[in-house]
């Protein structure tokens, strides 16, 4: 940075202290997805999903698995620490077992239940209303 002394004459005192300003190397990084599964004996591999995003040296990035699925240990976040030479990340995903995806949707679920409730309740509302009517 500007404010760095361009050098320095170390002298024969003790504790000389030298401040010296850095900025980290910012960078992209790739993340690729591959769905694993096993079919018997056989390990097959596809792409899932790849996505990047800007990070520093230095950092410790948190990866989340794309919905539906874990990592092999069966977790959905890892810890990723950004190195110099970190550029292309590969992960082995795989579906995620039917409960945690009912964990994962059950926003959606619910929220596709409510509709249903609700326009259950205007059709019988509407059939009472004429009820009444008559």
Partial sequence: MKDNPKSYMFTKK???????KVKPHTKYVTLYFNQVDYDGKHKKSTLYATTYFLATTGQTATIQ????????????????????????VLYEVK???????????????????IMVVFAVLDVLLVWIGRLIEK
């Fill in 95 to 113: 579906k995620a077992p039917f409960k945690q995806q009912i964990k994962i949707y059950r926003g959606y679920y619910l929220l596709g239940i």
């Fill in 14 to 20: 003790y504790n000389q202290t030298i401040n010296l």
């Fill in 65 to 88: 698995t794309p919905a539906g699925f874990t990592f092999k240990d069966g977790s959905t976040v890892r810890k990723l620490d950004i190195k110099e030479n970190t550029g292309e």
